[in-house]
């Protein structure tokens, strides 16, 4: 009899040491005429818990972690095969309470197929929603889309199924969905354990963008810092091409669709959509003004859809079990469920799948069990680096677009990083500036001088010098930076830096001689 073992080749599971675990289970099973397949999955995310090893029993899944290579002589001796008792147990995985409280939506087969396998994911719902959307005519796709209140999980938050429609009303020869998977944010994992752990979900949900906007071609602009997120992408592509996903004609349909993965080049910047799209054509990753929309000028001056990953791989459910459900999720106008990313100084790091409207507090003491360190959380930062830094007294806010913009923050790409209590908030908002400084675009003044203005007017502050004329600069500095700047990496590099002065004026003072010199 064969047993199916699973070991993650996520990427995240890999930093971990899985291929290391994987070999050994082979070698092991092996010397004891053991007939193991082992099936590379992706996460389920659970980071602290990878590698985690799963084996398939009659009695369903039962899993162990983290399992290092050294374990597995002593996992095989307590019956791992057929779900043995060993001190790494964890029982049915989806039991483990961080997974068991989730809404798997997007998610659903993340961790559980074998990613290149086009059968599994088909045995797992997969093509259900692209084989609805092939009888549907491209109005009423953008209509379920709309109506599910999708909303694009890049940062912006824009109605995914209002982009679609400007792009399908845009007479055009040829036009082009563009996939943004640059995943630039600090915190943030989701677009890649996607593609790693269920690629063939994102191609679903653009072969239909495709389909619902009359677009032949697709690109997928994934980070160079992924290059098994960009090999795993590549293989499903190949696989969708034999399988007549993708190619001259979708599922048979009249229309064809055809994807390439294409490799970033580097720079955060790259993630803002027309400097991506300056840089898809090959040029530097400059942002381009708007008006016109890429929506109606795009890549190559042509009508392009282009959304993030998540935006992209939640279609497929909503065409397979319509607008309602989706919609159904949610609290006001933030529908659906949301992969939250928790991150940074917190004891139970991943990424959490839930309907909108969690408050923070129950994100991060609840879910992620509070910091790593055990000391008490002093602040998180929600939306990556452009995003504001929450004190606890804030941790009531739900998770919502519009309860963080009330409370001046930004949900972002949902990434949430956790500080304890030895975080310095001033070198958090020189930070801020720092990093706009370096990954400034140069096309603009205010983001392009301000931000280097700003680290030198933080350090006079740190260095006592006039301090309360220098904090009246930096809000001077921020509000130009926030009003005056052509896209949000001069606009909201204002966030960290007043949200960290607003909330912890305590921290923005001299910083001890001895301290400085660290
Ligand atoms: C500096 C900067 C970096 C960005 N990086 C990303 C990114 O890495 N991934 C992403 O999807 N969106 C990123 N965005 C947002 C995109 O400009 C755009 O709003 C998004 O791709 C639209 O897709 P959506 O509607 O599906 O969210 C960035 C924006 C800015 C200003
Ligand atoms: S805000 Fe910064 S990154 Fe954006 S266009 Fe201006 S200089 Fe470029």
């Known amino acids: 009899m064969t047993v199916t073992i699973y070991v993650p080749g996520d990427s995240g599971a890999l930093a971990l040491g899985a291929e290391k675990v994987a070999k050994a289970i082979e070698a092991e099973a092996l010397s004891r005429g053991i007939d193991a397949r082992i099936v590379r999955n992706g996460s389920r995310g659970l980071y602290w818990l990878e590698p985690m090893v799963e084996v398939a029993t009659d009695a369903g899944r039962v899993a162990y972690g983290p399992v290092s290579a050294k374990d597995v002589p002593t996992l095989f001796d307590a019956g791992l095969v057929s779900g043995g008792q060993h001190k790494l147990s964890l029982g049915d995985p989806e039991k483990i309470p961080f997974l068991a409280k989730q809404t798997r939506l997007t998610f659903a087969r993340c961790g559980i197929t074998d990613p ?41 938050g824009f109605p995914t199924g209002i982009k679609w429609k400007t792009v399908l009303d845009t007479a055009a020869e040829q036009k082009y969905i563009v996939c943004n998977a640059d995943e630039g944010d600090s915190a943030t994992f989701a677009d890649r354990m996607i593609m790693e752990g269920d690629p063939f ?42 399988a007549g996903i993708l190619g001259k004609s979708v599922l048979g349909s009249s229309q064809g669709f055809d994807l390439e993965i294409r490799s970033g080049a580097g720079a955060y910047v790259c993630g803002e959509e027309t400097s991506l799209l300056n840089s898809l054509e090959g040029k530097r990753g400059v942002v381009r003004a708007k008006p016109p929309l890429p929506a109606i000028q795009g890549l190559f001056g042509k009508p392009t859809v282009i959304n993030n990953v998540i935006s992209l791989a939640s279609v497929p459910i909503i065409m397979d079990k319509g607008a309602e459900y989706y919609r159904d999720f949610g609290m006001g106008r933030s529908r659906g469920t949301i992969p939250i990313q928790i991150a940074g100084n917190v004891k139970h790091g991943g990424l959490f799948e839930v309907a909108f ?3 923070l507090g129950e994100i991060v003491d609840e879910i992620g069990g509070g910091t790593a360190t055990g000391r008490p959380v002093k602040a998180v930062q929600v939306g990556g680096p452009l995003g504001a830094y929450f004190p606890r007294t804030l941790f009531d806010t739900p998770f919502d677009y519009e309860e963080f913009a009330k409370r001046d923050g930004l949900i972002g790409h949902a990434g949430i990083t956790v500080f304890d209590d030895s975080a310095d908030m001033l070198r958090m908002a020189r930070f801020a500036m720092e990093f706009c400084a370096i990954e ?3 096309k603009c003044t205010p983001c392009r001088i301000g931000s280097t203005r700003g680290v030198e007017t933080l350090d006079k502050v740190a260095g006592g010098i006039e301090p309360e004329k220098n904090l009246a600069l930096v809000t001077d500095l921020c509000n130009t930076m926030k009003f005056g700047s052509l896209c949000a990496l001069g606009g909201f590099t204002p966030y960290p830096v007043m949200s960290a002065l607003t909330h912890f004026p305590e921290d923005f003072r001299p910083v001890p001689v001895a301290q400085a010199a660290e």
């Open 201 to 242: 979900v994102l191609i679903e949900g653009m072969a239909i963008a495709g389909l619902a906007t009359g677009a032949t071609k697709g690109f997928v602009y994934i980070r160079s810092e992924y290059p098994h997120a960009i090999a795993v992408m590549n293989k499903a592509v190949q696989v969708a091409r034999s």
């Open 116 to 156: 290149v396998s086009l059968e599994d994911y088909e045995v797992h719902g997969g093509l259900t929603g692209l084989r609805n959307a092939v009888k549907m005519i491209p109005a009423d796709i953008v209509k379920q889309v709309t109506d599910s209140g999708l909303r694009g999980r890049g940062g912006a």
């Open 440 to 442: 400034s675009c140069g």
């Open 357 to 359: 409207g969690l408050t």
